[in-house]
């Protein structure tokens, strides 16, 4: 069965800091690959995804994510946060069976 | 546009009561639907989820169960509630061509 692992189960930054949050996903095969944010008191939103084609995927909100194939790995990244990017994040894999499997995702608190 | 609806919000029920979590989608035909469980520090775990009309997996043998009586409509239930039941619901659909998923507000269950 495929799984998902999230580095970091918990992540504080100041505002401004750079954001690199890890995912490593078991899959072996062609795998379409995502990142959800649920902010404080919301619903779990898209922020990007990742199907084919350039590895360095975009978002929403400055966010951008990198597949690296060799290394099973789809991390996401953020020059510099806000106070506003305080979420939780989960990293979520799709390998065709139309169910996704997420990891325990990571809560990112960033402070003013 | 597509919306979805996932009611109640929250609920409290005793141990020993029946649940009846209902989950319905607009704006789209013949969607995937599913039921998550979120419990913190452990991610998203899939509950069930439907490619067609009665048509029903589950994924965590447990003590609840799902149904899909039209193609809009999916309900979460239970005959009678544990304590280990209490969490957080999240209903979600996905297009039948594939992701992403689309999640519901959540229904923040407590088993008292």
């Known amino acids: 069965a495929q799984s998902v692992s999230q580095h970091n189960h918990h992540v504080i930054l100041s505002e401004a800091a750079s954001l690199e949050l890890g995912c490593n996903y078991s899959?072996?095969?062609?795998?379409?690959l995502f990142w959800y944010v649920q902010y404080p008191g919301q619903h779990l939103q898209l922020l990007l995804k990742?199907?084919?084609?350039?590895?360095l995927v975009k978002g929403i909100k400055g966010f951008e994510a990198e597949f690296i194939k060799s290394k099973f790995s789809f991390n996401l990244r953020k020059p510099s946060v806000q106070w506003s990017d305080t979420a939780e994040y989960f990293c979520?894999?799709?390998?065709?069976?139309?169910?996704?499997?997420f990891g325990k995702g990571t809560m990112l608190l960033v402070s003013p | 546009s597509q919306t979805i609806h996932q009611w109640p919000a929250t609920l409290v029920q005793p141990v020993g009561s029946p649940l009846s979590l209902e989950c319905t989608v607009e704006?789209?035909?013949?969607?995937?639907l599913y039921w998550y469980r979120q419990a913190a520090g452990r991610g998203l775990q899939l509950l069930f989820y439907?490619?067609?009309?009665?048509?029903i997996s589950s994924e965590v043998p447990q003590n609840l169960s799902a149904s899909r009586p039209q193609d809009r409509q999916f309900i979460l239930s239970s005959k009678k509630l544990l304590l280990s039941d209490s969490g957080f619901y999240l209903c979600?659909?996905?297009?039948?061509?594939?992701?992403?998923?689309?999640f519901g507000n959540g229904t923040r269950l407590t088993v008292t």
């Open positions: 990742y199907f084919s084609g350039d590895p």
């Open positions: 979600a659909w996905m297009r039948r061509f594939g992701p992403p998923l689309h």
């Open positions: 899959y072996g095969g062609t795998v379409n």
């Open positions: 704006g789209t035909s013949n969607p995937n």
């Open positions: 439907s490619v067609g009309i009665g048509q």
């Open positions: 979520a894999v799709d390998s065709g069976y139309s169910t996704l499997t």
